[in-house]
């Protein structure tokens, strides 16, 4: 069984999971608002697997002007609240993403090393 199958039937997990991450993203938030000349010229953005939405509602509070978008699995989304400029999405990235000037993974490249996951 792989980590997404394991921490979507272990509700628990998945909590420790997201929290760990949320800690985390909260360092890279402040980095990336830091580093405006990131999203110059960018008119929208697809976050693929931001979780909880940390990354997500720093960012799009801080450029407004972005029409951002977090994709991440349908169950870790379901009770997420967007914004004017935020909306977040179920689904799953082998299948699609939606389409934007430019797309944002935070934190995969980490986990898939870890994982040794073939898929990332
Ligand atoms: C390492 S975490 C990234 C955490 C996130 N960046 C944050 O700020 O908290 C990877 C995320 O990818 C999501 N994920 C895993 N497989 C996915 C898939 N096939 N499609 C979309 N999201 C997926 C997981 O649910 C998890 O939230």
Redesign the pocket.
């Known amino acids: 069984m792989g980590l997404?199958d394991f921490?979507s039937q272990n509700p628990e997990a998945r909590k420790q999971?997201?929290e760990t991450?949320?800690r985390?993203?909260k360092v890279?938030s402040l980095a990336l608002c830091d580093c405006k000349s990131v999203f110059e010229g960018l008119d929208s953005i697809v976050?693929?697997?931001?979780?909880?939405?940390?990354?997500?509602k720093v960012v799009s509070e801080a450029f407004p002007h972005l029409k951002y978008t977090m994709?991440?699995?349908p169950y870790?989304v379901a009770n997420l609240t967007g914004s004017e400029n935020l909306n977040y999405m179920g689904?799953?990235?082998?299948q699609a993403i939606p389409p934007a000037d430019a797309v944002l993974l935070?934190?995969?490249y980490?986990?898939g090393m870890m994982m040794n996951a073939s898929r990332y």
């Open positions: 997404w921490i999971f997201d991450m949320e985390d993203s890279i976050e693929v697997g931001g979780g909880t939405g940390t990354v997500a994709l991440d699995l870790v689904g799953d990235m082998f935070s934190g995969f980490m986990i």
